[in-house]
């Protein structure tokens, strides 16, 4: 098993910065095979959507409202994966969720969701 915990989400005024962090535990074998690492959000009333993947050799993809203003990144070191974001706007308001993948398996692994408000 793996268990992912999130942190740093808040409230924000429009135009500020949040840096959210997501750290990863369990398994030791699970944790060598964690593949990419995503942050999804989920606002009220709408789906879950992606925001960013990182894998682990350090490819980026972004969600195309978020690109120039959102910066994902990961320490393989530490299991952590981080999500930089600068300029929010209200439209950001949702729970961010972590998700990773387990090269090899069919296993996956989210975590608890943190709460970021970004006020007008």
């Known amino acids: 098993q793996v268990q992912l915990v999130e942190s740093g989400g808040g409230l924000v005024q429009a135009g500020g910065s949040l840096r959210l962090s997501c750290a990863a535990s369990?398994?030791?074998?699970?944790?060598?095979?964690?593949?990419?690492m995503v942050w999804y959000r989920q606002a009220p009333g709408k789906q879950r959507e992606l925001v960013a993947g990182?894998?682990?050799?350090?490819?980026?993809n972004y969600t195309g409202s978020v690109q120039g203003r959102f910066t994902i990144s990961r320490d393989n070191a530490k299991n952590t994966v981080y999500l930089q974001m600068n300029s929010l706007r209200p439209e950001d308001t949702a729970v961010y969720y972590c998700?990773?993948?387990?090269?090899?398996?069919?296993?996956?692994?989210w975590g608890q969701g943190t709460q970021v408000t970004v006020s007008s």
């Open positions: 990182i894998t682990k050799s350090g490819s980026t």
């Open positions: 369990g398994s030791a074998f699970k944790l060598r095979l964690i593949n990419a």
């Open positions: 998700y990773v993948t387990i090269f090899g398996t069919r296993d996956d692994y």
